[in-house]
């Protein structure tokens, strides 16, 4: 299994603060992935990295900012969590554009906004 | 529009029988890849199998099939002989070549039940 994990797995929060997921890949992998699950979405991009410093956003970025300093960590940050935000978040990896086997995705981590 | 389209909220197979779960996609781009991923009920996603955008024949992982129709834009995953520890969230995602986007769409899912 792709070493990749996240932390918190599971969060609970209050409207208003700030809060910060991680992902940690132990892989080297250039590409690092931040999505969030809903029902009846599927899994949706909030933003992406294509190297250290290299970050580019999703299709659902609005209200959330990411960092990477170090090819291993990946950072997503609510500045002022909402509700609408209650999602479980998946991290995903990949190697180099066009591997076939796609993305090695964390374990995900359930965030509850309340 | 969608990217990548799944019309099937839900499914339903007998034990041991072969099922196939539709996927439909969107893109201009003449490089992509096609993935489906499975997730069960504990909630990891797994890489299941892929397909390129030139490859000629099927892809085949075991007893996952990858029924690639590409003038159709279809990719429809097919589970042969199935089981119980198939009963899982079946997604399609697709990734269009080229720049560092790298960028990966998914669909909605599919949600399979093996019925012993």
């Known amino acids: 299994d792709a070493g990749i994990t996240q932390s918190p797995r599971h969060k609970v929060t209050e409207t208003g603060t700030p809060v910060t997921l991680r992902c940690h890949q132990t892989e080297n992998h250039r590409y690092m992935y931040w999505y969030r699950q809903d029902p009846g979405h599927g899994l949706r991009l909030i933003h992406y990295s294509y190297g250290v410093k290299d970050t580019d956003k999703g299709e659902v970025s609005d209200g959330y900012s990411v960092s990477r300093s170090k090819t291993e960590d990946f950072l997503l940050t609510l500045e002022s969590a909402t509700s609408s935000q209650t999602s479980v978040y998946f991290c995903?990896?990949?190697?180099?554009?066009?591997?076939?086997?796609?993305?090695?995705f964390g374990p995900g981590t359930r965030l509850t906004v309340l | 529009a969608q990217k990548i389209t799944q019309t099937q909220p839900g499914m339903f197979v007998q034990e041991k029988e072969a099922v196939t779960l539709d996927c439909t996609y969107d893109?201009?781009?003449?490089?992509?890849?096609l993935f489906w991923y499975k997730q069960p009920s504990s909630g990891e996603m797994i890489f299941l199998i892929y397909q390129g955008s030139y490859d000629q024949q099927n892809a085949t992982e075991g007893r996952y099939s990858l029924n690639f129709q590409k003038a159709r834009k279809s990719a429809n995953l097919v589970i042969s002989a199935s089981q119980l520890g198939d009963s899982a969230m079946y997604f399609c995602?697709?990734?269009?070549?080229?720049?560092?986007?790298?960028?990966?769409?998914f669909g909605t899912g599919t949600s399979l039940t093996v019925i012993p």
């Open positions: 995602a697709m990734r269009e070549g080229g720049g560092t986007g790298n960028q990966f769409y």
């Open positions: 893109t201009s781009d003449p490089s992509y890849g």
């Open positions: 995903a990896i990949s190697e180099v554009a066009g591997a076939p086997t796609g993305q090695f």
